[in-house]
């Protein structure tokens, strides 16, 4: 190992360079090929040894709830967990806009292709090829599946399902049932699990935290939990363990995501060996509602589909103070439509985000602290009428005026962009397997897909192409060599779990500082904002990283958890996520100061073009950086994955 000196916080290195690694289970040859010849090879499990394999799901979103559903069905024993009182209300409930998939169903030039073409370069070409390709292969399917549960998709008047666009793209590929397309194919994914729970092949676990992984002689064999209501600490065993455990946005503090999504699960399998995975790369969403104060524990999306409609724009001039709806048109300036005239209000979240802070930036921006953009529907109404825009947005627009106060039929909407969703999580190879044996990562959770840029509405579609489609043809390949030798709580690595996950609570109970534990989040996150957010530079990051450290010991000194572990106790849960948060933090600082290039959502104002555009370095970056745990107060090890493009050629992106 080699290693690496960068001049930076304690400047005698701050990680070291491992051996490259490689996806051993990509297939070769055409592209269009390679998921059919995977799904050939992968070996099976005839249906009669499928009753003896146990397999341990933790999470009930898109990714976690039809992957119990389909692999129970298949007649595997599995065993689901969640946090919630009800899988239902995982986080994936909130997803508001749509699900992509290239049906081409508008006959406006879509293909599997043109989805796949698309979300490489959407991603800022640093997403694998044979990825996202079966990913818009899968896409076909998915619909289907949910059509046939009997999601309740948007439909035109003749009764086909109808389509919108997503930023990025120049075709209608969204497939969406009005503003709450998470909702219902969460409850589609409910539905069939539910169905297996009754046929006795799935027994879910609701409010259970998960706190530990258990490796046993190589393989990941099960988990540590918590029982959220009476505080006891349980094992759990299975043949393999599947993680589908969302994103960690929350790091950030403010953030779209849910109150109690949080990297735990993740972050505990990274420390028992599984890589992480590009972690700097954040999406900032740019349509959301403005922080309006110091109070504020969370954000709220204005889903991106209201860019189909919503014009966005400033005044021309930062003086101009008049009511939005008095400045004429020549007055102002609607700059996605000016320096991006062929995808205008629908260019990808990054660059639409980095355009409302460059105008903000430029004193330009509206409402409270300058830190707004407007997003008008007048013309919109004027064009479609009231009725066309309340039957497509209605419940999005009573969101805003619920919020706000304000009503956006009559004045354009404020917006800024807000942390929104993960690219990075644990590193995968092509069957969804992490580096470590027999622990399998789906969703938001794995790093998969995205690249350094998740295109609208394909969260949805990673989530369920996963869970429905990859995993169950991908997880018998590994469970063919099982079942394994059975173990137990007195195994060596179970009771180090079991260890573990006691030890912390006892430290986190015992400290009886000074802080709450929401005080020092907030403060973690106020830092990652400032310095690995919308923009990041080399010393921002030093200071950042250094800054986060002082923070975390100060956490582990002085914070103040009341209550005891034997009771249903909301300061102790969330002692756990930030104290994990503030490692995560770390290596999102460490793997941004890295990466020496901007792509995507990783901005780096070092690297940047003539008119301000995210500058890629192909040639020393072309790479998925999978970090490996270097131990407490060691130095994390990267290692990296060559990204090697043969169907699409690496061009600087351009949206003009
Ligand atoms: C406001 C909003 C709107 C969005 N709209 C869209 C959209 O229109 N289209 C789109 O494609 N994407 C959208 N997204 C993104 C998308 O919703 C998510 O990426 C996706 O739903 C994640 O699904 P998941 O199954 O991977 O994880 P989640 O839905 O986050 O589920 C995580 C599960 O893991 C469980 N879990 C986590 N940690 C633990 C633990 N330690 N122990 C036990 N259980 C645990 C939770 O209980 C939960 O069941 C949106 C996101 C937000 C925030």
Known sequence: ???????????????????????????????????????????????????????????????????????????????????????RRAHSIAAQGGINAAKNYRNDGDSVYRLFYDTVKGGDFRSRESNVYRLAQVSLQIIDQCVAQGVPFAREYGGLLDNRSFGGVQVSRTFYARGQTGQQLLLGAYQALERQVAAGTVEVHTRHEML????????ARGVVVRDMVTGEIEPHFADVVVLATGGYGNVFYLSTNAMGCNVTATWRAHRKGAYFANPCYTQIHPTCIPVSGDYQS????????????????VPKS????????????ADRDYYLERIYPSFGNLVPRDI???????????????????????????????????????????NLFDMYAQITGEDPYQVPMRIYPAVHYTMGGLWVDYDLQSSIPGLYVTGEANF????????????????LADGYFVLPSTINDYLADGPFESIDASHPAAAEAIDQVNGRIEKLLSINGSRTVDSFHKELGKIMWDYCGMERT?????????????????????VRVLGANEELNQALERAGRVADFFELAELMCIDALVRRESCGGHFRAESQTEDGEALRDDTDFAHVSAWEFGGDGGKPVLHKEPLVYDYVELKQRSYK
């Open 448 to 463: 998969s897909d995205h690249g350094a840029n998740r295109l609208g509405a394909s969260a949805l579609m990673q989530g």
């Open 318 to 329: 930062g003086e101009d103070k008049r009511d939005p709806r008095e400045i004429p048109d």
């Open 212 to 219: 530990e992984l258990i490796v046993a002689d190589g393989r």
């Open 352 to 394: 639409a985000s980095r355009a409302a802070k460059n105008v903000c930036d430029e004193g330009r921006g509206v409402g409270p602290g300058g830190l707004g953009v407007y997003l008008d529907f007048a013309d919109a109404i004027k064009r479609m009428g009231r009725k066309a825009v309340e039957a497509k947005y209605g």
């Open 1 to 87: 190992m080699s290693e690496i000196n960068i001049d930076s916080v304690d400047a005698d290195s701050i990680f070291v360079e491992g051996e490259p690694i490689q996806d051993q289970k990509a297939p070769e040859g055409p592209i269009q090929d390679r998921w059919d010849k995977r799904k050939f090879g992968a070996r099976l499990v005839n249906p009669a040894n499928r009753r003896k394999l146990r397999v341990i799901i933790v999470g009930t979103g898109l990714a976690g709830a039809s992957a119990a559903a389909t692999l129970g069905e298949a007649g595997y024993e599995v065993k689901s967990f969640c946090y919630q009182d009800s899988p």
């Open 298 to 313: 969370k954000l709220t999306l204005m889903s991106e589909s209201l860019r189909n409609d919503g014009r966005i724009w």
């Open 538 to 558: 080399e010393d921002g990051l030093r200071k950042a990283i250094s800054e986060i450290r002082e923070l975390k010991a100060e956490f582990w000194s002085d």
